[in-house]
Nanobody, 117 residues
């Protein structure tokens, strides 16, 4: 079992920046994917960005050029740097850790990001 602990959410004005962090409780050797998803009331959870253990990244079109995902494998931590935030980015952001070879999929508890206009 892997626990994910998120931090860094909060309230920011439009145009501002936030940095989210997510620490996994232990290392998983082998190929894995860490990422961020977000959800607003009444909508499905959607992909924001992912990064593999080989550092290949993928972004939702809505955040390309504004958000940057990175990871520190030594700390089992993934980061999401969010710049040029706008009110449409307001959501609960969830950290995800997936190990395809083990068919394992873990979620954090979520952290609220609110962008005021």
């Amino acid at each position: 079992q892997v626990q994910l602990v998120e931090s860094g959410g909060g309230l920011v004005q439009a145009g501002g920046s936030l940095r989210l962090s997510c620490a996994a409780s232990r290392s998983i050797f082998g190929f894995n994917v860490m990422g961020w998803y977000r959800q607003t009331p009444g909508k499905q959870r959607e992909l924001v960005a992912t990064i593999t253990s080989t550092r290949s990244t993928n972004y939702a079109d809505s955040v390309k050029g504004r958000f940057t995902i990175s990871r520190d494998n030594a700390k089992n931590t993934v980061y999401l740097q969010m710049n040029s935030l706008n009110p449409e980015d307001t959501a609960i952001y969830y950290c995800n850790f997936r190990v395809p070879s083990l068919n394992s999929n873990y979620w954090g508890q979520g952290t609220q990001v609110t962008v005021s206009s």
